[in-house]
Protein backbone atom coordinates (compact mmCIF):
# COMPACT_ATOMS: atom_id res chain seq x y z
CA UNK A 1 0.00 0.00 0.00
CA UNK A 2 1.92 3.20 -1.12
CA UNK A 3 0.09 6.95 -0.36
CA UNK A 4 -2.45 6.78 -3.52
CA UNK A 5 -3.47 3.23 -2.03
CA UNK A 6 -4.31 4.72 1.11
CA UNK A 7 -5.64 8.18 -0.37
CA UNK A 8 -7.98 5.48 -2.30
CA UNK A 9 -9.12 3.96 0.56
CA UNK A 10 -9.42 6.75 2.96
CA UNK A 11 -12.30 7.70 0.16
CA UNK A 12 -13.61 4.34 -0.25
CA UNK A 13 -14.76 4.38 3.31
CA UNK A 14 -16.66 7.58 2.70
CA UNK A 15 -17.72 6.46 -0.41
CA UNK A 16 -18.85 2.77 0.51
CA UNK A 17 -19.38 3.35 4.42
CA UNK A 18 -21.16 0.06 4.99
CA UNK A 19 -17.73 -1.73 3.77
CA UNK A 20 -14.50 -3.01 5.93
CA UNK A 21 -10.67 -1.62 4.92
CA UNK A 22 -8.58 -4.65 4.52
CA UNK A 23 -4.53 -3.84 5.41
CA UNK A 24 -2.07 -5.49 2.76
CA UNK A 25 0.58 -7.14 5.23
CA UNK A 26 3.20 -5.23 2.70
CA UNK A 27 3.21 -0.80 3.44
CA UNK A 28 5.78 0.86 0.99
CA UNK A 29 7.71 3.09 3.31
CA UNK A 30 6.75 6.47 1.93
CA UNK A 31 3.07 5.26 3.39
CA UNK A 32 4.57 4.25 6.85
CA UNK A 33 4.93 7.62 8.18
CA UNK A 34 1.52 8.72 6.97
CA UNK A 35 -0.17 5.08 7.97
CA UNK A 36 0.96 5.20 12.01
CA UNK A 37 -0.18 8.99 11.94
CA UNK A 38 -3.65 8.03 10.82
CA UNK A 39 -4.33 4.46 11.33
CA UNK A 40 -7.41 5.04 13.28
CA UNK A 41 -9.46 6.69 10.32
CA UNK A 42 -8.49 3.67 8.49
CA UNK A 43 -9.42 0.74 10.89
CA UNK A 44 -8.50 -1.87 8.79
CA UNK A 45 -8.80 -5.55 9.33
CA UNK A 46 -6.55 -8.38 8.46
CA UNK A 47 -6.95 -10.57 5.59
CA UNK A 48 -7.48 -13.28 8.23
CA UNK A 49 -9.96 -11.37 9.33
CA UNK A 50 -12.57 -12.49 6.86
CA UNK A 51 -11.44 -16.30 6.36
CA UNK A 52 -14.77 -17.06 8.34
CA UNK A 53 -17.37 -14.56 6.40
CA UNK A 54 -18.90 -14.75 3.43
CA UNK A 55 -18.13 -11.77 1.13
CA UNK A 56 -20.69 -10.25 -1.52
CA UNK A 57 -18.78 -7.41 -2.61
CA UNK A 58 -15.33 -6.73 -3.31
CA UNK A 59 -13.62 -2.99 -4.13
CA UNK A 60 -10.00 -3.07 -5.29
CA UNK A 61 -8.02 0.10 -5.63
CA UNK A 62 -4.78 1.01 -7.36
CA UNK A 63 -3.87 -1.99 -9.08
CA UNK A 64 -5.92 -4.60 -11.83
CA UNK A 65 -3.21 -7.18 -11.22
CA UNK A 66 -4.01 -10.48 -9.28
CA UNK A 67 -0.32 -11.37 -7.73
CA UNK A 68 -1.24 -7.34 -6.21
CA UNK A 69 -4.48 -9.22 -4.70
CA UNK A 70 -3.81 -12.91 -4.20
CA UNK A 71 -2.96 -12.09 -0.26
CA UNK A 72 -6.34 -11.31 0.02
CA UNK A 73 -8.02 -14.02 -2.40
CA UNK A 74 -6.01 -16.43 -0.39
CA UNK A 75 -8.21 -16.02 2.65
CA UNK A 76 -11.54 -16.17 0.81
CA UNK A 77 -13.87 -18.93 1.55
CA UNK A 78 -17.03 -20.22 0.85
CA UNK A 79 -17.79 -16.89 -1.61
CA UNK A 80 -18.11 -16.06 -4.96
CA UNK A 81 -18.15 -12.05 -4.76
CA UNK A 82 -18.77 -9.82 -7.19
CA UNK A 83 -15.62 -7.70 -7.65
CA UNK A 84 -14.73 -3.81 -8.56
CA UNK A 85 -11.72 -2.62 -9.60
CA UNK A 86 -10.76 1.06 -9.20
CA UNK A 87 -7.24 1.99 -11.36
CA UNK A 88 -5.70 4.54 -12.72
CA UNK A 89 -2.84 2.17 -14.75
CA UNK A 90 -3.72 2.37 -18.28
CA UNK A 91 -0.69 0.42 -19.31
CA UNK A 92 -2.05 -3.12 -17.17
CA UNK A 93 -3.86 -5.11 -18.22
CA UNK A 94 -7.01 -6.65 -15.62
CA UNK A 95 -6.18 -9.89 -14.91
CA UNK A 96 -8.62 -10.40 -11.81
CA UNK A 97 -11.13 -12.52 -12.80
CA UNK A 98 -15.03 -12.00 -13.36
CA UNK A 99 -13.48 -8.01 -12.14
CA UNK A 100 -15.24 -4.66 -13.34
CA UNK A 101 -12.87 -2.60 -14.02
CA UNK A 102 -13.23 0.91 -13.10
CA UNK A 103 -11.03 4.02 -12.60
CA UNK A 104 -9.61 6.37 -15.47
CA UNK A 105 -6.02 7.19 -16.50
CA UNK A 106 -5.99 10.21 -14.72
CA UNK A 107 -2.54 11.10 -12.71
CA UNK A 108 -3.58 9.18 -9.44
CA UNK A 109 -6.18 6.65 -8.13
CA UNK A 110 -7.11 8.87 -5.46
CA UNK A 111 -8.62 11.37 -8.14
CA UNK A 112 -10.47 8.72 -9.45
CA UNK A 113 -12.32 8.07 -6.17
CA UNK A 114 -12.18 11.87 -5.09
CA UNK A 115 -14.31 12.83 -8.56
CA UNK A 116 -16.97 10.23 -7.19
CA UNK A 117 -17.07 11.83 -4.31
CA UNK A 118 -17.48 15.28 -5.35
CA UNK A 119 -20.28 13.99 -7.67
CA UNK A 120 -22.20 12.30 -4.94
CA UNK A 121 -21.25 15.91 -2.45
CA UNK A 122 -19.82 13.99 0.32
CA UNK A 123 -18.05 16.06 2.84
CA UNK A 124 -14.60 15.18 4.22
CA UNK A 125 -13.01 15.60 7.40
CA UNK A 126 -9.88 17.45 7.59
CA UNK A 127 -7.92 14.73 8.35
CA UNK A 128 -9.34 12.59 5.61
CA UNK A 129 -8.98 15.37 3.12
CA UNK A 130 -5.32 15.21 4.09
CA UNK A 131 -4.41 11.93 3.60
CA UNK A 132 -6.18 12.01 -0.10
CA UNK A 133 -4.42 15.18 -1.33
CA UNK A 134 -1.09 12.86 -0.20
CA UNK A 135 -2.02 10.73 -2.23
CA UNK A 136 -2.87 12.56 -5.37
CA UNK A 137 0.39 14.76 -4.81
CA UNK A 138 2.58 11.71 -4.46
CA UNK A 139 1.31 10.17 -7.86
CA UNK A 140 1.53 13.20 -9.47
CA UNK A 141 4.89 15.12 -8.30
CA UNK A 142 3.03 17.64 -6.68
CA UNK A 143 0.90 18.11 -9.63
CA UNK A 144 3.69 18.41 -11.95
CA UNK A 145 4.36 14.91 -13.50
CA UNK A 146 3.35 14.56 -17.18
CA UNK A 147 0.44 12.20 -16.16
CA UNK A 148 -1.28 14.95 -14.74
CA UNK A 149 -4.57 16.14 -16.00
CA UNK A 150 -7.35 18.87 -15.11
CA UNK A 151 -9.15 15.86 -12.70
CA UNK A 152 -6.39 16.16 -10.88
CA UNK A 153 -6.04 19.57 -10.52
CA UNK A 154 -9.85 19.88 -9.91
CA UNK A 155 -9.93 16.93 -7.10
CA UNK A 156 -6.82 18.81 -5.34
CA UNK A 157 -8.56 22.26 -5.56
CA UNK A 158 -11.71 20.39 -3.91
CA UNK A 159 -9.98 18.63 -1.17
CA UNK A 160 -7.95 21.75 -0.40
CA UNK A 161 -12.05 22.90 0.29
CA UNK A 162 -12.35 20.33 2.15
CA UNK A 163 -9.90 21.52 4.73
CA UNK A 164 -6.64 19.31 3.52
CA UNK A 165 -3.52 20.58 5.16
CA UNK A 166 -0.55 21.55 2.65
CA UNK A 167 1.84 21.92 5.83
CA UNK A 168 1.00 17.95 6.83
CA UNK A 169 1.33 17.09 3.18
CA UNK A 170 4.73 18.22 2.23
CA UNK A 171 5.64 17.07 5.64
CA UNK A 172 4.19 13.30 4.47
CA UNK A 173 6.34 13.57 1.34
CA UNK A 174 9.68 14.44 2.14
CA UNK A 175 10.87 10.98 3.30
CA UNK A 176 14.64 10.79 2.78
CA UNK A 177 15.14 11.12 6.78
CA UNK A 178 16.65 7.96 8.16
CA UNK A 179 20.21 8.06 8.60
CA UNK A 180 20.56 5.02 6.30
CA UNK A 181 18.45 6.52 3.44
CA UNK A 182 21.21 9.47 3.61
CA UNK A 183 24.27 6.60 3.03
CA UNK A 184 22.47 5.24 0.48
CA UNK A 185 21.93 8.57 -1.09
CA UNK A 186 25.31 9.72 -0.77
CA UNK A 187 26.95 6.06 -1.96
CA UNK A 188 24.04 6.18 -5.08
CA UNK A 189 25.68 10.19 -5.80
CA UNK A 190 29.14 9.27 -6.08
CA UNK A 191 28.43 5.87 -8.22
CA UNK A 192 25.81 7.09 -10.84
CA UNK A 193 27.15 7.72 -14.29
CA UNK A 194 25.47 9.62 -17.06
CA UNK A 195 25.25 7.68 -20.38
CA UNK A 196 23.56 8.86 -23.83
CA UNK A 197 21.07 6.34 -24.84
CA UNK A 198 19.83 6.33 -28.16
CA UNK A 199 19.69 10.11 -27.29
CA UNK A 200 18.63 9.95 -24.09
CA UNK A 201 20.17 11.06 -21.23
CA UNK A 202 19.91 8.64 -18.61
CA UNK A 203 21.27 7.88 -14.84
CA UNK A 204 22.30 4.30 -13.99
CA UNK A 205 23.78 2.81 -10.83
CA UNK A 206 24.55 -0.73 -9.34
CA UNK A 207 25.09 -0.76 -5.85
CA UNK A 208 25.62 -3.56 -3.80
CA UNK A 209 24.06 -4.23 -0.53
CA UNK A 210 24.60 -6.99 2.38
CA UNK A 211 20.76 -7.18 3.19
CA UNK A 212 17.40 -5.06 1.47
CA UNK A 213 16.97 -1.83 3.30
CA UNK A 214 13.62 -0.26 3.15
CA UNK A 215 13.24 3.37 1.50
CA UNK A 216 15.52 2.78 -2.05
CA UNK A 217 12.81 3.35 -3.90
CA UNK A 218 13.02 7.31 -2.54
CA UNK A 219 16.34 7.63 -2.77
CA UNK A 220 16.13 6.65 -6.73
CA UNK A 221 13.18 9.63 -6.69
CA UNK A 222 15.55 12.02 -4.64
CA UNK A 223 18.18 11.91 -7.39
CA UNK A 224 16.16 12.06 -9.88
CA UNK A 225 15.50 15.81 -8.40
CA UNK A 226 18.49 16.57 -7.64
CA UNK A 227 20.17 15.34 -11.01
CA UNK A 228 16.76 15.86 -13.67
CA UNK A 229 18.19 13.06 -16.21
CA UNK A 230 15.59 11.79 -18.62
CA UNK A 231 15.21 8.80 -16.85
CA UNK A 232 17.54 6.66 -13.95
CA UNK A 233 17.89 2.84 -13.94
CA UNK A 234 19.19 2.07 -9.96
CA UNK A 235 20.38 -1.49 -10.00
CA UNK A 236 20.92 -2.82 -6.19
CA UNK A 237 22.32 -6.75 -5.51
CA UNK A 238 21.70 -8.01 -2.29
CA UNK A 239 24.11 -10.18 -1.53
CA UNK A 240 23.00 -12.55 1.23
CA UNK A 241 20.31 -13.88 -1.00
CA UNK A 242 21.32 -13.35 -4.66
CA UNK A 243 18.62 -10.95 -5.48
CA UNK A 244 18.60 -8.24 -7.97
CA UNK A 245 16.17 -5.10 -7.56
CA UNK A 246 15.68 -2.46 -10.07
CA UNK A 247 13.95 0.71 -10.13
CA UNK A 248 13.37 3.18 -12.44
CA UNK A 249 12.26 6.68 -12.95
CA UNK A 250 11.70 8.38 -15.88
CA UNK A 251 10.05 12.00 -17.14
CA UNK A 252 10.29 11.42 -20.83
CA UNK A 253 7.20 9.84 -22.59
CA UNK A 254 9.31 7.99 -25.21
CA UNK A 255 11.02 5.96 -22.09
CA UNK A 256 7.74 3.79 -20.97
CA UNK A 257 9.26 2.11 -17.85
CA UNK A 258 6.15 -0.10 -17.40
CA UNK A 259 6.86 -1.54 -20.48
CA UNK A 260 10.79 -1.72 -19.89
CA UNK A 261 10.49 -3.75 -16.83
CA UNK A 262 7.53 -5.44 -17.61
CA UNK A 263 10.15 -7.70 -19.98
CA UNK A 264 11.19 -9.08 -16.62
CA UNK A 265 8.14 -9.18 -15.27
CA UNK A 266 7.83 -5.68 -13.47
CA UNK A 267 5.31 -3.47 -13.21
CA UNK A 268 4.34 0.09 -11.94
CA UNK A 269 4.02 3.23 -14.07
CA UNK A 270 5.15 4.54 -17.28
CA UNK A 271 7.24 6.71 -15.44
CA UNK A 272 8.29 4.70 -12.10
CA UNK A 273 8.18 1.11 -12.15
CA UNK A 274 10.45 -1.79 -10.56
CA UNK A 275 10.85 -4.95 -10.48
CA UNK A 276 12.91 -8.10 -7.95
CA UNK A 277 14.91 -10.98 -9.69
CA UNK A 278 15.76 -13.82 -7.13
CA UNK A 279 18.95 -15.98 -7.68
CA UNK A 280 21.16 -13.62 -10.34
CA UNK A 281 24.72 -12.69 -10.34
CA UNK A 282 24.47 -9.00 -10.04
CA UNK A 283 27.55 -7.82 -11.88
CA UNK A 284 26.20 -9.83 -15.02
CA UNK A 285 22.85 -8.83 -14.36
CA UNK A 286 24.08 -5.45 -14.46
CA UNK A 287 26.17 -5.48 -17.77
CA UNK A 288 23.00 -7.96 -19.17
CA UNK A 289 20.30 -5.52 -18.57
CA UNK A 290 22.47 -2.17 -20.08
CA UNK A 291 22.63 -4.47 -23.53
CA UNK A 292 18.68 -4.58 -23.17
CA UNK A 293 18.27 -0.74 -22.52
CA UNK A 294 20.54 0.17 -25.24
CA UNK A 295 18.41 -2.64 -27.79
CA UNK A 296 15.01 -1.52 -26.43
CA UNK A 297 15.04 1.77 -25.82
CA UNK A 298 13.07 4.03 -28.70
CA UNK A 299 15.13 7.26 -30.00
CA UNK A 300 14.80 10.24 -28.41
CA UNK A 301 13.24 12.95 -30.36
CA UNK A 302 14.96 15.23 -32.48
CA UNK A 303 15.56 18.55 -34.04
CA UNK A 304 14.31 16.64 -37.34
CA UNK A 305 11.29 15.41 -35.94
CA UNK A 306 9.45 19.23 -34.77
CA UNK A 307 11.32 21.63 -36.97
CA UNK A 308 9.75 24.08 -39.57
CA UNK A 309 11.02 22.45 -43.01
CA UNK A 310 9.49 25.62 -44.83
CA UNK A 311 11.82 28.22 -43.78
CA UNK A 312 11.58 31.76 -44.90
CA UNK A 313 14.90 33.46 -45.29
CA UNK A 314 16.47 36.82 -47.35
CA UNK A 315 19.61 36.75 -49.78
CA UNK A 316 22.85 38.50 -47.86
CA UNK A 317 22.74 40.97 -50.93
CA UNK A 318 19.17 41.91 -50.39
CA UNK A 319 18.38 45.73 -49.00
CA UNK A 320 17.78 46.11 -45.56
CA UNK A 321 14.50 47.99 -46.46
CA UNK A 322 13.23 44.51 -48.22
CA UNK A 323 14.55 42.27 -45.48
CA UNK A 324 12.58 44.61 -42.74
CA UNK A 325 9.43 44.70 -45.02
CA UNK A 326 9.67 41.03 -45.54
CA UNK A 327 10.06 39.86 -42.36
CA UNK A 328 6.42 42.15 -41.32
CA UNK A 329 4.81 40.24 -44.13
CA UNK A 330 5.90 36.78 -42.45
CA UNK A 331 5.59 37.96 -38.75
CA UNK A 332 8.75 36.78 -37.86
CA UNK A 333 11.63 38.28 -35.90
CA UNK A 334 14.39 37.03 -37.23
CA UNK A 335 15.34 35.23 -40.35
CA UNK A 336 18.14 33.28 -41.83
CA UNK A 337 20.76 34.70 -44.73
CA UNK A 338 21.85 32.94 -47.60
CA UNK A 339 23.98 33.53 -50.27
CA UNK A 340 23.29 32.74 -53.66
CA UNK A 341 24.05 29.14 -53.47
CA UNK A 342 21.26 28.34 -50.69
CA UNK A 343 24.23 28.17 -47.85
CA UNK A 344 23.30 29.75 -44.85
CA UNK A 345 25.69 32.79 -44.14
CA UNK A 346 24.24 34.91 -41.25
CA UNK A 347 21.03 35.49 -39.51
CA UNK A 348 19.05 38.94 -39.58
CA UNK A 349 17.12 40.01 -36.58
CA UNK A 350 14.80 43.26 -35.71
CA UNK A 351 17.21 44.33 -33.33
CA UNK A 352 20.02 44.23 -36.62
CA UNK A 353 17.59 46.53 -38.55
CA UNK A 354 16.75 48.89 -36.10
CA UNK A 355 20.57 49.54 -36.05
CA UNK A 356 20.49 50.02 -40.02
CA UNK A 357 17.19 52.28 -39.51
CA UNK A 358 19.21 54.40 -36.92
CA UNK A 359 22.16 54.68 -39.15
CA UNK A 360 19.66 55.58 -41.92
CA UNK A 361 21.17 52.81 -43.99
CA UNK A 362 18.04 50.47 -45.46
CA UNK A 363 19.62 50.24 -48.62
CA UNK A 364 22.41 48.64 -47.36
CA UNK A 365 22.78 45.03 -47.86
CA UNK A 366 21.56 42.33 -45.26
CA UNK A 367 25.43 41.02 -45.15
CA UNK A 368 26.28 44.28 -43.60
CA UNK A 369 23.98 44.04 -40.51
CA UNK A 370 23.45 40.27 -39.67
CA UNK A 371 25.48 38.29 -37.12
CA UNK A 372 27.90 36.28 -38.23
CA UNK A 373 28.41 34.10 -35.31
CA UNK A 374 25.70 31.54 -36.23
CA UNK A 375 24.41 28.46 -33.41
CA UNK A 376 22.94 26.23 -35.69
CA UNK A 377 23.23 22.37 -35.65
CA UNK A 378 21.72 19.16 -37.52
CA UNK A 379 18.75 17.07 -37.78
CA UNK A 380 19.76 14.50 -35.03
CA UNK A 381 20.69 16.72 -32.60
CA UNK A 382 18.12 15.75 -29.37
CA UNK A 383 15.13 18.15 -28.08
CA UNK A 384 17.16 18.82 -24.75
CA UNK A 385 20.34 19.53 -26.13
CA UNK A 386 18.18 22.08 -28.80
CA UNK A 387 17.21 23.17 -25.01
CA UNK A 388 20.73 23.58 -23.93
CA UNK A 389 21.58 25.61 -26.69
CA UNK A 390 18.77 27.83 -26.62
CA UNK A 391 19.96 28.75 -22.42
CA UNK A 392 23.46 28.82 -23.22
CA UNK A 393 23.54 31.10 -26.27
CA UNK A 394 19.83 33.14 -25.54
CA UNK A 395 18.83 32.35 -28.86
CA UNK A 396 14.99 32.04 -30.59
CA UNK A 397 15.79 30.56 -33.49
CA UNK A 398 18.21 27.65 -34.16
CA UNK A 399 19.12 26.87 -37.87
CA UNK A 400 19.04 23.08 -38.78
CA UNK A 401 21.47 21.71 -41.35
CA UNK A 402 22.23 18.83 -43.51
CA UNK A 403 25.42 19.09 -45.75
CA UNK A 404 26.16 22.41 -44.76
CA UNK A 405 22.53 23.65 -46.29
CA UNK A 406 19.58 24.73 -44.78
CA UNK A 407 16.50 22.47 -44.06
CA UNK A 408 14.93 23.60 -41.48
CA UNK A 409 14.57 25.54 -38.22
CA UNK A 410 13.73 25.17 -34.71
CA UNK A 411 12.10 28.34 -33.28
CA UNK A 412 11.49 28.96 -29.77
CA UNK A 413 7.12 28.48 -30.65
CA UNK A 414 8.52 24.71 -31.87
CA UNK A 415 10.19 23.68 -28.87
CA UNK A 416 7.70 25.14 -26.50
CA UNK A 417 4.82 23.51 -28.72
CA UNK A 418 7.37 20.10 -28.86
CA UNK A 419 7.08 20.72 -24.67
CA UNK A 420 3.37 21.04 -24.92
CA UNK A 421 2.64 17.53 -26.93
CA UNK A 422 5.32 15.57 -24.86
CA UNK A 423 2.08 14.75 -22.56
CA UNK A 424 -0.28 13.50 -25.56
CA UNK A 425 0.17 10.58 -27.67
CA UNK A 426 3.98 9.89 -28.78
CA UNK A 427 4.92 8.37 -32.11
CA UNK A 428 7.51 6.29 -30.57
CA UNK A 429 6.86 3.52 -28.06
CA UNK A 430 9.15 1.08 -26.25
CA UNK A 431 9.98 -2.25 -28.23
Sequence with gaps: MDLDCLGSLIL????????????????????????????KYFDFLNPQDIKTERIDHIIIVDTSSADRVKEFFNCLHNSDPEIT?????????????????????????????????????????????????????????RLIYENVGREDMEASAWLLDQGASLR??????????????????????????????????VLLSYLELEENIPGLALVVEKIMDIENPDAYFAVFFVRRNNTVMVIA??????????????????????????????????????????????????????AGDIMTRKVFSVNENSPILDASKYMEAVNHTGLPVLDGGGRLMGFISLRDIMKARRASCMQAPVKAYMS??????????????????????????????????????????????????????DAGENR
Aim: hydrophobic content about 35%; overall charge positive; glycine content about 8%.
Design 12 to 39: VKKLFPGYKLIRSRLIHPTAQGLYTMYE
Design 249 to 302: RSQERRINLHKLLGFYGGGGHQHASSVTLRNQEGPLFYEQFLEYLEASLVPATC
Design 168 to 201: LVKSFLDTVKEDYQMQVLNQLLLLIRTKVMQGHE
Design 372 to 425: RNIISSHPGITMREVERLFYKHHIGHLPILEDSRLVGIVTRWDFLEYKKRRKGP
Design 85 to 141: VYDHHPGETCNILGADLAGHPWGANTTCMAKLAMERGLALESEEATIALTGIYADTG
